[in-house]
């Protein structure tokens, strides 16, 4: 083999090994980052929001007390209200009775939505042998969904005793009518013809609020106080537990008053007003009285109950 032969086969055979250790050197860098600590970054799934995950956000968290108002009824919780009249703000407020405005405490209670009507009162009767309503063939004052009328405050303590109620003191009545702003009527402070059963300008035709006499009791749901309590002014005067007094207010308790022990006049406390009534008896804060034995086409009745106290 000539020299000049020999050197170029021995410069192909260099060129080869050179091709031969950098692959080598490749391939070991590449197996050095197999297993390693090194990791591939992957991108995240990002989850869209479905309706199911949204609906699940939106649901309020669960009450930790929690009431069962009992049905029919409404919910008065407790605490402070103004009861009696501001002569600065209502000059319709009856000096004799209504004053001073003052702030009393309530425990919470239950009363009815509605006022007690001649179907509920039928079934006591029937239940108990009581004796019924006055007006019971009356048909102007007979309707089953009229408010019972022409009974005494003792027949209407006997029914809520039946059921498992009572009556509601004054001071209970005028908080589920008229809340704890000390407003005038249940709605507000301006008075509405449409929101109550009364006597509109002495005509006695129903020409303002729809109705000649008492209405149906679950009429007037626009005029509800800020309870939910239908009709606590006008349709029929309500009897409540109390006995009468012109001066309690000046000497009653500042939590729970329940009225004066006795009644020189003999006479308990009826609240409300009825259809029979004009404008300045369609107040919250209006007082009124009658014999205990006394029945009549204006006066009803609502009953109340205590409700649980809340730890």
């Not at 042998?129 to 006055?134: M, Q």
Request: charged fraction near 25%; hydrophobic fraction near 40%.
């Amino acid at each position: 083999m000539h020299t000049s032969q020999l050197t170029h086969l021995t410069m192909k055979i260099q060129n080869k090994l050179k091709s031969l250790i950098c692959l080598l050197i490749l391939l070991m860098f590449v197996l050095s980052g197999c297993g390693g600590d090194e990791k591939i970054p992957v991108e995240e799934e990002v989850l869209e929001p479905t309706d199911e995950m949204e609906i699940l956000e939106e649901l309020p968290k669960e009450e930790e007390n929690t009431i069962d108002i009992p049905e029919g009824m409404v919910f008065v919780p407790a605490g402070d209200f103004l009861m009696g009249s501001d002569p600065d703000k209502d000059p319709m407020a009856d000096p004799l009775d209504e004053l001073p405005q003052h702030k009393v405490y309530l425990d919470a209670f239950f009363i009815d939505k509605f006022e007690v009507s001649n179907a509920d009162y039928s079934k006591f009767v029937a239940a108990t042998g009581h004796r019924n309503s006055i007006f019971w063939d009356n048909p102007k004052f007979n309707h089953p969904d009229q408010p019972v009328v022409g009974v005494t405050w003792g027949d209407a303590a006997a029914y809520a005793e039946w059921v498992g109620k009572r009556l509601p003191t004054e001071a209970e009545w005028e908080k589920a009518a008229r809340g704890t702003d000390g407003r005038i009527w249940p709605w507000g402070n301006e008075f509405d013809p449409t929101k109550c059963n009364f006597d509109d300008e002495g005509k006695f035709d129903g020409h303002l609020d729809g109705f000649a006499m008492a209405a149906p009791v679950d009429s007037f749901h626009q005029g509800a106080s800020p309870y939910g309590a239908v009709n606590m002014v006008g349709n029929v005067a309500e009897w409540v537990s109390d006995w009468f007094d012109t001066d309690y207010y000046s000497v009653s308790p500042k939590e729970n008053p329940k009225g004066p022990k006795t009644s020189g006049m003999g006479k308990k406390s009826w609240r409300g007003a009825s259809w029979f009534a004009g404008l300045d008896h369609m107040r919250c804060a209006f007082r009124e009285y009658d014999d205990i034995v006394a029945s009549g086409q204006i006066i009803g009745f609502r009953c109340a109950m205590d409700a649980p106290k809340v730890e």
